[in-house]
């Protein structure tokens, strides 16, 4: 039987790597673990919600998007990928798969456009599962104040801003 040895602290690990490689930056190690550890968790609790309602997070979000616009629960295919955030493929991709399983209708407008609408079915599964996705996520913050939620959020917009202003260099 192997000896188990302890579980390394990602203060550990900066520490090794000082040691090893003195002058390496590693002021990043603790951050960059703590959110690859918790992307991976609400990942899992995000799947797991999803699974209940037989639904993926794709279709969630296009029907989201759909509930969202408020009545009449309709935009137009380009509205969709800018709000989802997907190239014009993907839309393309979700709305098929959605209307195959009749959550919503689609029609050609004039200029190529097509108009995405919820239908009766996709509604009640949107807000049965945004409703359960929602409540989930609450409960993976309900250990934070209003303000640490505050907090955190807008540090890590500033992180992803200057990640994005890093790539762009």
Do not use: F
Not at 16 to 35: C, H, K, M, N, Y
Not at 97 to 107: D, I, M, Q, S
Not at 151 to 159: C, E, F, H, K, V
């Amino acid at each position: 039987m192997q000896n188990q040895l302890p579980r390394a602290t990602p203060r550990d690990i900066s520490d090794a790597w000082q040691r090893e490689l003195p002058g390496v930056p590693t002021r990043s190690i603790a951050l960059i673990t703590s959110v690859k550890v918790i992307g991976r968790s609400l990942r899992q609790a995000r799947e797991e919600a999803l699974s209940k309602h037989r639904i993926d997070a794709a279709t969630l979000d296009l029907l989201s998007s759909l509930r969202r616009a408020g009545t009449p629960y309709t935009l137009t295919t380009r509205e969709l990928t800018d709000v989802c955030l997907v190239t014009a493929g993907a839309i393309s991709q979700r709305v098929a798969k959605a209307e195959g399983a009749g959550l919503v209708t689609r029609r050609s407008l004039a200029n190529r456009r097509v108009e995405v609408e919820l239908t009766a079915r996709g509604h009640r599964l949107v807000e049965e599962s945004a409703a359960h996705v929602l409540a989930t996520d609450e409960s993976l913050v309900a250990g934070l104040t209003d303000a640490e939620v505050d907090q955190l959020g807008s540090l890590l917009d500033r992180w992803q801003q200057t990640m994005q202003s890093a790539s762009a260099d």
